[in-house]
């Protein structure tokens, strides 16, 4: 198998097979991220996919799901990626559901139509690395788009058939703009209608912008405690019914679920509990133990 950097992929999706069909992030600016900071991108070559894809004919051949790595696959136009899962499908002819983590301007260069071409191929299932629905947040960690584009762009999916997961970076604005990152945040997941929406905690990794800001001054990060207040107040606001899933804000236990709706008060009163008596120092330790996304 041809992988050429780190792997990184999503842990609740199946983890084999995995396919890597490019290399590193064409953005790769955001500036709390280290993940391909180092990794010039590049589409993997064709004859590589395929080799990879023979190699899993071989070793699973029963496989009815995979991975698309690396960073943002789904940048590829549809005159390119098509024949790939047309490739995966003629390798893997039990394929059902292939998944791929993208940026929201990588649907920008596809068609309903072709979106629903690729979902027919069996792209069924992504994840859009948001992190914010707040233009004020967005361009100040560098997303490279607004609201509005996420708006557009996951109505083309919602209306093409394919699920998505969308993302909430807490801290992500910093104490100067933590309510309005929460509260702006949530109104456009909800507009959105993801399947699931996931939520991580901002840690500032050496060699990030955001780090050499914040030693600066020119960024304040949220304390723990600030953190579960910014969760709590993006899931107070949240209202779409959807999986909601917690990782790096540590207080994650029996938070995490299908039915957010019915389980929104009960999720509210565990961070209530966890804002008065968890044990921020613990929470702290963990998130500083952090090494990537």
Known sequence: MHFTDTVYRNPYWPTFPLLQIT???????????????????????????????????????????????????????????????????RYLPKMEYIYAATRVTDISNKSVEELRSLRNLGLKEISLGVESGDDWTLDRVDKGYHAADIIEQCGKLTEAGIDFWMTFLCGAAGREHSQEHAVNSARIFSQCRPMTVGTGGL????????????????????????????LRTFIENLSCNCNFITHHTVSGKNLTGPDFLGRKGRILSILDDEIRHGDLDMMSAIRKSKRSL
């Open 203 to 230: 840690v500032l990794f050496p060699g990030t912008p955001l780090l050499e800001e914040s030693e600066r001054g020119e960024f304040t990060p949220l304390s723990e405690r600030e953190m579960l207040l910014e």
């Open 23 to 89: 290399q590193g992030c064409t953005h790769n600016s955001c500036r709390f991220c280290t993940m391909y900071r180092d990794v010039k991108f590049r589409m993997q070559p064709k004859e590589w996919i395929e080799e990879d894809l023979k190699e899993l004919g071989e070793i699973a051949p029963d496989a009815r799901t995979i991975q698309l790595l690396s960073a943002n696959p789904l940048c590829m136009t549809y005159d390119r990626l098509a024949p790939i899962l047309e490739m995966i499908n």
